[in-house]
């Protein structure tokens, strides 16, 4: 109990040299305790790969409470009025929303996202990706993220979208900004920035919505725009949350993907030989890409109902429960030798891209834009090497790298 006791004190989600490489302490926490509170953050933190799986599918909790409860029923600060624009704009975004507002925008979102239209665009995506490589190879050492991951991953979703590729680095500039909002230490200037990014993003997003109105286009918000379900529509807040929910969780992750996973194939060059010789897909590559090195940490949720036990664990209403997913993906009880990076593991029921009802809309489209990105730098740079120490971003839960420098031979 004691070595518990150490292992909690001494978790500190700011400290480089956990963010370096967790999955040490992680691994040492899962196999002392599946559930533990972090008087820190103020959660129950899942450690177990069955834990986690289950509470993602458990209705009794939800990633939001404002459908059930007031702040002060639970106990909890009201919205700050100074970010307006920034709550307004993620009021209608499927991670911010339960049944039933969740279940009506999802089914209408699904309708416009379905995988056989995410199969239509991979020629498109394949061309993007041999346009930024040709770049790469006339660069010889190139940045993978900055000259690669990041503007192939923000083309994709922007022409998903249908948005111009040239507003790519504007829409990323808000996005980084927006995202700031998330961090548990976020001062009031990054607030104010994230919630000035936030209310340029809803107003240019509006004006879209009624140029595509006026001349349709086949893309997603067009589409969402046109979408009727049995008489239900969606309105422009929605589209617009939707279309922000969409253009920021499906830039950052992918990139992180990428970035994390060629750093693990590199540091594993009996892996990224087996990808040289065939003799492992790049789609089934991609899949021990997302266990071994998660570029999404934690999500959590909170407790709706009474009577929530977890691991043996009472849990109250109104109660935080964090999942660690990069504990839970190396967990023995599921995986064979979990901390080996197997590229032929081919698992795809990992818990990567969650479960449940929230279980990620964009999976079909991540692991479409992985697979093309992989097999594209397989292919032309077999020999790549690491050309410099690889330069992490300074957080937990959003696992990436700022920078990995590559040199072709
Ligand atoms: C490797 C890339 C990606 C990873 C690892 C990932 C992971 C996840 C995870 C774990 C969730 C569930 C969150 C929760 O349960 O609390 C999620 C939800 C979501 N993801 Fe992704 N994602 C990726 C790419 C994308 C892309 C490309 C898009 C958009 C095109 C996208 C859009 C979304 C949306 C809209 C949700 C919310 C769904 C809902 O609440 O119903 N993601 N993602």
């Not at 972090?38 to 899942?46: F, S």
């Not at 279940?103 to 699904?110: A, G, Q």
């Not at 504990?327 to 891209?353: K, W």
Request: a negative charge; one cysteine or more; proline letters at 6%.
């Amino acid at each position: 109990m004691s070595d518990l006791r150490d292992l909690i004190d001494g978790l500190d989600f700011y400290d480089p040299a956990f963010i370096a490489d967790p999955y040490p302490r992680l691994g040492r926490l899962r196999e002392a305790a599946p559930v533990f509170r972090n008087e820190q953050t103020g959660h129950w933190m899942l450690t177990r790969f069955a834990d986690v799986h289950e509470t993602l599918r458990d209705r009794r909790l939800g990633r939001v409470y404002h459908h059930r409860y007031t702040a002060a029923e639970l106990g909890q600060p009201e919205p700050d009025p100074r970010w307006a624009a920034f709550h307004q704009h993620e009021r209608w975004s499927l991670l911010s929303l339960e049944p039933p507002d969740h279940t009506r925008i999802r089914r209408l979102v699904s309708k416009v996202f379905t995988p056989r239209s995410v199969a239509a665009l991979e020629p498109a995506v394949a061309a993007l990706s041999r346009e930024l490589l040709d770049r790469c190879r006339e660069l010889r050492t190139f940045d993978l993220l900055a000259d690669y991951a990041q503007p192939f991953s923000v083309a994709v979703i922007c022409s998903v979208l249908g948005l111009p590729r040239g507003d790519a680095p504007r829409l990323l500039d808000w996005s980084h900004a927006i995202v700031k909002m998330y961090e548990l230490r976020a001062s009031d200037e990054m607030k104010a920035r994230a919630d000035q990014a936030a209310g340029e993003f809803v107003d240019y997003t509006k004006a879209l919505i009624e140029a595509k109105r006026r001349v349709p286009d086949g893309s997603l918000i067009s589409n969402l725009v046109g979408v009727t379900d049995g008489g239900d529509r969606l309105t422009d807040d929605e589209i617009v949350s939707t279309a922000v929910v969409l253009l920021e969780a499906g830039h950052e992750a992918t990139v992180n993907t990428l970035g994390n996973g060629m750093r693990a194939l590199l540091d594993h060059r009996d892996q990224w030989q087996r990808l040289i010789d065939g003799e492992v897909d790049p789609a089934v590559a991609v899949e021990e890409l997302l266990r071994y090195d998660s570029p999404l940490q934690m999500f959590d949720r909170w407790v709706l109902e009474p009577g929530v036990e977890i691991a043996g664990r009472s849990m109250a209403v109104g109660d935080r429960v964090a999942m660690l997913f990069g504990s839970a993906q190396r967990d023995p009880r599921r995986f064979d030798a979990p901390d080996r990076f197997d590229v032929g593991r081919g698992d795809p029921a990992h818990i990567g891209f969650g479960g449940g009802i929230h279980f990620c809309v964009g999976a079909p489209l991540a692991r479409m834009e992985l697979a093309v990105a992989l097999s594209d730098l397989v292919r032309r740079f077999p020999g790549v090497e690491i050309g410099a120490e690889p330069v992490r971003h300074p957080a937990f839960v959003i696992r990436g790298l700022t920078e990995l420098r590559l040199v072709v031979p």
